[in-house]
């Protein structure tokens, strides 16, 4: 290979709609014909795909494969919930299910890389980019992460139907300061160590074939020139073998930071810094081979990033078939197991937050056969783009079956009266009078309300204020003035802030973005085919002050303790704790929260040992053992006291004290779903090992210390009976 078509195998470029910034270039043609392009992406159709590819298989010297690209970030035709819905099932299994028919499709259009799963954690819910990924806690992403490359991956990657995932934002993306998107990050190594890194350690041992670098700068350094985290944590500590990606002009960007002074220093320090492939800047193809001329780069370090890249297009078996089947692509698409599957993972999805006693005594949910006219309103109610959320991929409003669409298929025109109420943001006086009359002529009334998708979550969708956006709060308040039961389902790719609905409103479901069977999965929730089972992942902030707020929080020197906190302090003892004065400190509902038609009553934690052996522990780690002697079993009694079969999360928190470093009140630590009927117990065991007990500790190390052990088996993060051990030396 020529040195310039060696940098071409380094250079990407957005041929289809972009998603970011333009970069002006557009005579991909010629650059392929001279080999200089290595990747493509944002092309969505086999065609076109095959006539990038002809190009460069049947007129570039080398006849190298391109690799095509996009963001299937929740399905590719058949639209599953956001990846925040997706979590909140607490299911890997069916996640990664999910992400198999997006590689199914993807694949059968040419695409054979995706830009996902986003591993970020999310502690703050301004972050527009919540919406994309798994949530808070690092156990449960890191759980999602790997089923997310597996199901893209499937077990070979030269499988026609396998695509390469790349885990994102590396590293640090979700802590943007105040919320806003791209905003500088600083993080302790510790705190990055504990809590920002394992998704991506997870994702890499999953195999995942590539890992994107991130826009923001970590602790002043950019990280998409970062050798701390790209070199030494990334190739050194883990071993990946993989390509890194910029994100999109994130090589152009260290301009912007202030850490090149033009687009030849971007293009050293990025690459020496660990970028091996450059999307959408150019700047690679500017300034990659004058730089090797010049000395500046060692050509043995672009051999290498090259190395990278062909290995993954052998990988995928792309030299044996470059081209796609135009004919059978379509087949590929929306199969019916396809769109059960996408039902399904959006009846998981759905979080029941609130589900109190109508003025007649039961819960307003599941909603009575007998209901017979029903008002649905709501600017969400029948609103199919919005409901395949933030990253649609190729995905077609025209697939989406609305709530509107699917209720009026089962009540007939009669029985449902719609309104749409106002808009997401605008709307009239009379729309809002024309909501009251129809509410008013109703048994029940299910209210649609929330965010814009495309418009308010996901990238560049920071928000200060989390309310309900535009007129909906008065919608809304309107309705419940009228005294209808009212239940309300929130569309958003975040927690909004609202506590006046979860004071008022007897009924709330968390409805995420659900999809293409948004519809029919909510009308079978709403009437109680399936038992809602999801739980937040994300700890649901009662004001936007509290942001950031997550339940793994440390203790501080000061906690409030039992306080009565929902009243202004009334002397020092009240006064002089970490606390806000005008807002409690919990949330409005815990990570980990969610309701369901049933009841569940959970028994104390039994131990098999009081005690274990900080050393026998720290062994185990180093030999890579989970389950092991070292290890202690931690079981619980979960009964269903309900009168409903239904699936419970059941989740293990530790807590250690006495450490050389202050560790979270609580850490999940493991999780099982378990199906109950009514009126049965199930003993739940977890096997606690080594992982559990190890922390990153004053000296960086992951280890295991001697500690006092606090563990919980419970229905949260925030309730629940707990027993203690001890870690002794
Ligand atoms: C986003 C990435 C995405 C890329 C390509 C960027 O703006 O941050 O997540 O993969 O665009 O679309």
Request: include cysteine; glycine fraction near 10%; hydrophobic fraction near 40%.
């Amino acid at each position: 290979m020529t040195l310039e078509e060696k940098v071409g195998q380094l250079v990407q470029y957005s041929a289809g709609q972009p998603t970011g910034p333009g970069t002006g270039r557009t005579d991909y043609d010629s650059m392929i014909r001279k080999g200089e392009v290595g990747a493509l992406f944002n092309i969505t159709t086999a065609r076109e795909v095959n006539v990038y590819q002809r190009i460069a298989v049947e007129q570039s010297r080398l006849r190298i494969p391109l690799l095509f690209g996009l963001d299937v970030i929740h399905g590719f035709r058949t639209e599953f919930p956001i990846p925040l819905g997706l979590a909140s099932s607490w299911d890997p299994q069916l996640v990664e299910r999910a992400a198999r028919v997006a590689a199914r499709e993807a694949s059968a259009s040419g695409i054979r890389w995706t830009f996902s799963p986003v591993v970020d954690i999310a502690r703050d819910a301004r972050w527009g980019r919540m919406a994309e990924g798994s949530g808070e806690d690092p156990y449960l992403g890191s759980a999602m992460a790997s089923a997310y490359v597996r199901g893209y991956q499937g077990t070979r990657l030269d499988a026609a139907d396998s695509i390469a995932a790349c885990p994102k934002h590396f590293v640090g993306y979700g802590a943007a300061e105040g919320g806003r998107d791209y905003n500088s990050v600083e993080l302790s190594e510790h705190t990055l160590r504990q809590f920002y890194l394992p998704p991506f350690h997870a994702a890499v041992d999953a195999g995942a074939a590539t890992l994107m670098g991130a826009f923001n700068s970590l602790n002043a350094v950019p990280a998409s020139a970062n050798p701390f985290t790209l070199r030494q944590i990334l190739r050194t500590e883990w071993g990946f073998q993989g390509v890194v990606d910029s994100d999109w002009t994130s090589v152009a960007e260290l301009v912007a930071h202030g850490i090149a002074n033009d687009g030849a220093a971007a293009a050293r320090k990025a690459f020496l810094g660990g970028v091996d492939m450059d999307m959408a800047s150019s700047l690679y193809h500017d300034h990659l081979a004058q730089l090797v001329r010049s000395g500046e780069v060692p050509e043995a370090r672009v051999d290498e990033a090259v190395r990278r890249v062909l290995r993954v297009k052998f990988a995928l078996g792309l030299f044996e078939h470059p081209y796609s089947d135009e004919v059978k692509e379509a087949a590929a698409m929306l199969r019916p197991e396809s769109l059960t599957l996408a039902r399904t993972a959006a009846e998981q999805s759905f979080v029941l937050l609130k589900n109190s006693a109508s003025p007649g005594g039961a819960p307003i949910l599941p909603l009575s056969t007998e209901t017979r006219t029903i008002a649905l309103i709501g600017p969400l109610a029948d609103d199919q783009n919005n409901m395949l959320g933030s990253w649609a991929a190729r995905g077609r409003a025209e697939d989406v079956v609305t709530l509107r669409a699917a209720l009026t298929q089962k009540l007939g025109v009669d029985g449902l009266r719609y309104a749409k109420g106002t808009e997401i943001i605008g709307g009239s006086d009379d729309q809002i009078a024309d909501a009251v009359r129809t509410a008013e002529q109703a048994d029940v009334v299910i209210l649609a309300l929330g965010e814009d998708a495309p418009a308010m979550t996901g990238e560049a969708a920071s928000r200060a204020h989390l309310g309900l956006p535009g007129r909906q709060q008065q919608l809304l308040e309107k309705i419940v003035a009228t005294g209808k039961p009212v239940v309300l389902l929130l569309f958003s790719g975040r927690p909004l802030t609202m506590p006046w609905a979860f004071e008022h409103v007897p009924a709330v479901v968390a409805a995420w973005f659900p999809g293409v069977q948004a519809g029919p999965a909510l009308l079978r929730a709403l009437f109680g085919e399936v038992n809602p089972s999801g739980k937040l992942v994300v700890s649901w902030p009662r004001a936007v002050g509290q942001e950031p707020l997550y339940y793994n929080a440390l203790n501080t020197g000061r906690p409030a303790g039992n306080i009565d906190l929902t009243r202004p302090p009334k002397n020092g003892d009240e006064k002089f704790v970490s606390r806000y004065i005008d807002v409690p400190n919990s949330p409005q509902f815990p990570f980990g929260y969610g309701l369901s038609y049933s009841n569940y009553q959970y028994g104390q934690p039994r131990l098999s040992k009081e005690q274990l052996s900080a050393g026998a522990l720290n062994d185990e780690l180093c030999a890579g053992g989970r389950a092991s002697n070292a290890a202690v079993e931690v079981s619980a009694d979960v009964t269903n006291t309900g009168t409903r079969a239904g699936e419970e999360t059941v989740q293990l928190y530790v807590r250690l004290q006495g450490t050389s470093v202050a560790l979270p009140v609580r850490a999940l630590s493991g999780f099982q779903r378990v199906t109950l009927t009514p009126g049965e117990t199930k003993k739940v065991t977890f096997t606690v090992g080594p992982d559990a007990f190890a922390f990153w500790n004053d000296q960086n190390k992951f280890a295991v210390e001697p500690a006092r052990v606090t563990i919980w088996v419970s229905p949260d993060s925030s309730s629940g009976s707990e027993a203690t051990l001890q870690i002794v030396k």
